[in-house]
């Protein structure tokens, strides 16, 4: 005959393995629909022109040699101190920030037409 505390145990073990269970379906059902949007932007890409495809990396590489090349002068011209660096992480949280919203404007990828369902 189990005693209380053995029934307790298998309870609980019962309990995390269904616990276990249940968190891996959520897994699963949130990176299965990751994996279906990163599919339908693969394949909205493939009826885009090339000049979006190749806009893409330019305006890429243009934000970094800006950011990089252009706006590291602020600190440089400022004489390298503390508020110089601190205006240069300002400037450039904003500036990234603008960039990304012009690449989300101009290199959205169009899955109205789309049906993968």
Known sequence: MEGPEETSNSVDFIDKKSQQEESLWRIKKASDLRRHKRVQSIVGQQFE??????????Y??????FDGLILTEIPIRLGRT????ILFGVILGYVIMLQKQYYDQWFDV????LDMN
């Open 49 to 58: 022109g090339w000049k979006v495809t190749l806009g893409r990396p330019l």
């Open 60 to 65: 890429l590489i243009f934000c970094i040699l």
């Open 82 to 85: 503390v508020p110089s660096w």
């Open 110 to 113: 169009d899955l109205t037409g």
